[in-house]
């Protein structure tokens, strides 16, 4: 008795499953939220002149400045948007390792090239900023206007008191030097007569900015060079609505199209919620099945009542039922017959009328004939087989209750 009860006990207790369910869930969700957005989850701030560095080098502090004056700034991590973009492209150079990758890059229309002047020690105890700085080799600026297509060179000059800008005289402060951009390819927007700080290549909106201090964190400590980075800003644009981006991918901060997020980006949203419905559901339906293990059985199952299963599906299959009202009321009365000791040479009209004297069926009040004339024809429905059926036998059953009842 004992082994049979142990052998049909649940094998997990209720709480177990469900603490079993629920960290499996979390877990595939952390995986899935770390596969997806581990990307997004790095610092970025690390020293260097590149768009997501608060280094005095970097670029993010003029991506702040702009976003606070509530213009459409965004940091884009898409080589695609190197080829095609709409808006005005900010492409901040570094004078290390960016040559080549510049070598079959065509600029495009919209775009602002922001070339180097520095090169930094990263201070390891705090990565996001410089140990120390220094000027940067002029070869190494020169070479990424190689690559460009771009037949120019640099100098740099003592800082002049004030420059003629298109808006006006304005006394700009880089730090040390100015650097400028000497060629007679270039058409100058602001220069001195060393060489142009902003140059703009003829024919094309393609801008050229010598001395980055004019925009990056330590230059933008002064006034004037933030007042000329706003106003060179809005000098490239052509509405208040084209968004302004810097690129991030030539500094090696790459992002493929993650497809986990665009599941739940739009239009993938609704298909993704729907399937996690569907998965909730599923698990749900899983987790409530949980009970004893079925034991294994016989293929053919013994017995007289794996015997009425099958006759009974076979009638089912063979779509039959109705057809067994007059075989099943001819088996009633001949059963009844033998179980009240009824004579054997009686017909089936003299037996119809010996069991109506005994009597109707307690519920309905239909005697035996009135309950026999639905039964001998074939009946209408499955459910109207069941009904007459059930008349008949629970008038059997008051018949036999009766008759062990009954004192005489």
């Given at each position: ?223 004037e060079n933030a007042r000329f980075a706003m106003q060179m800003i809005n000098m490239m644009r052509y509405s208040d609505d084209e968004p302004i981006l810097f690129d991030a991918t030539l500094h090696g901060f790459n992002q493929s199209e993650n497809l986990l997020q665009m599941m739940f980006d739009i239009p993938f949203l609704a298909v993704t919620l729907v399937a996690l419905a569907a998965a909730l559901l599923l698990g749900w339906a899983a987790s409530i099945r949980f ?118």
């Open positions: 008795m004992s082994d049979n009860t142990q052998s049909g006990a649940a094998p997990f207790a209720v709480r177990t499953v469900a603490i079993l369910i629920a960290v499996a869930v979390f877990s595939f969700g952390a995986i899935m939220v770390l596969a997806g957005w581990s990307p997004e989850l790095r610092d970025r701030d690390r020293a260097g002149d590149h768009p997501f560095s608060t280094s005095a080098i970097g670029y993010n502090g003029f991506i702040r400045l702009l976003e606070a004056q509530g213009y459409p700034v965004e940091t884009s991590r898409f080589k695609s948007n190197l080829d095609g973009h709409y808006g005005l492209m900010v492409l901040t150079l570094s004078p290390r390792g960016m040559s080549k990758a510049l070598e079959d890059y065509e600029p495009q229309d919209g775009t602002l090239i922001v070339l180097p002047k520095w090169s930094g020690m990263v201070d390891w105890t705090n990565p996001s900023r410089l140990k120390d700085t220094d000027l940067a080799n002029e070869s190494s600026i020169d070479a990424l206007l190689d690559a460009l297509d771009i037949d120019a060179e640099i100098v740099r000059t003592d800082v002049p008191q004030r420059v003629s800008t298109p808006f006006g005289r304005m006394a700009l402060k880089p730090d040390l030097e100015m650097q400028l951009v000497r060629s007679d390819d270039l058409t100058p927007i602001v220069a001195t007569r060393n060489g142009a700080l902003l140059a703009q290549i003829p024919g094309r909106d393609i801008y050229i900015l010598a001395d980055p201090d004019m925009i990056n964190t330590f230059g933008l400590a002064e006034r009970g004893p293990p079925a034991r294994e059985t016989r293929a053919i199952a013994l017995g007289k009542q794996a015997l009425a299963d099958n006759s009974a599906g076979l009638v089912s299959m063979a779509r039959r039922e109705t057809r067994m009202a007059p075989g099943y009321l001819s088996l009633i009365r001949r059963r009844l017959a033998q179980q009240i000791g009824a004579p054997r040479n009686l017909t089936e009209a003299q037996l119809s009328e010996l069991f109506d004297r005994l009597g109707p069926e307690e519920t309905s009040g239909k005697t035996f004939s009135q309950i026999e004339a639905g039964l001998r024809g074939p009946a209408a429905s499955r459910e109207d087989l069941m009904h007459k059926a059930r008349d008949l036998w629970r008038w059997r059953r008051d018949i036999l209750r009766r008759s062990m009842n009954d004192p005489s």
